[in-house]
């Protein structure tokens, strides 16, 4: 079946620019996660959704990052105004977390958007 | 908070040998611990868990790791390493204290030579 998918796959904006980033989850997972994995660095938890709960926002590197989930599917990383600092691979994945298992459910990643800031 | 090690940036091994990848970790209650990998220009891939039971836990490609509570480790291992192998390793915890967010290391490339 169809595994975790983002768009764009590169994305190279100018310094101050707004850019948004998608992220396509597995159908019918029900949690979803955005990471960050910068050259040379692990992977930077950014934010979490969990069904209708209200997303752990606490990765968040600064109040220039946001992100929503609509309809608990599809989610949207937004930066705004970014710097050279942001240049980095967002990683998003999907999980899915019956009530027995929400602690030891694997996640599953997409390929990533590699976002480059000149 | 919760947190994991992996003391080595990279591990070099020659195919056919065996080789292990290190991880430590720091819960406050219970781990759930995880071994995902990277491979070039894709994403992570789950390789195993250990959530209860056995301290040995088999994964994919052959692929195995072991939990000791009383050293907070769980290793991964494999006895006889392929270059097809050669990848970035990541670890992972997730405490039951604070379930929603999985915590990873900062990877461990492993270097397979012929």
């Known amino acids: 079946g169809a595994g975790v998918s983002q768009s764009p796959s590169n994305k190279v904006t100018e310094k101050g620019k707004d850019v948004e980033l998608r992220c396509d989850p597995i159908s019918g997972h029900t949690a979803l996660y955005w990471y960050r994995q910068s050259l040379g660095q692990g992977l930077e938890f950014l934010i979490y959704f969990q069904g209708n709960s209200a997303p752990d926002k606490s990765g968040l590197p600064s109040d220039r990052f946001s992100a929503e989930r609509t309809g608990g599917s599809v989610s949207t990383l937004t930066i705004q105004r970014t710097q050279q600092e942001d240049s980095a691979v967002y990683l998003c994945a999907s999980s899915l977390t019956p009530h027995q298992s929400i602690y030891n459910s694997p996640l599953h990643f997409g390929n990533g958007t590699r976002l480059t800031v000149t | 908070a919760q947190s994991v090690a992996q003391p080595e940036d990279q591990v070099n091994v020659a195919e056919g040998n065996p080789l292990t990848v290190k991880c430590t970790y720091s819960v406050s209650g219970n781990p759930y611990l995880f071994w995902y990998v990277q491979y070039p220009n894709r994403g992570l891939q789950f390789l195993l868990k250990?959530?209860?039971?056995?301290?040995l836990v088999k994964g994919s490609y052959g692929f195995e790791a072991e939990f000791n509570k009383s050293q907070t480790s769980f290793h991964l291992k494999k006895p006889s390493a392929l270059v097809s192998d050669s990848a970035l390793y990541f670890c992972?915890?997730?405490?039951?204290?604070?379930?929603?967010?999985?915590?990873f290391g900062t990877g461990t490339r492993l270097q397979v030579t012929l």
């Open positions: 992972a915890v997730r405490d039951t204290g604070t379930a929603s967010k999985l915590t």
């Open positions: 250990y959530i209860t039971g056995d301290n």
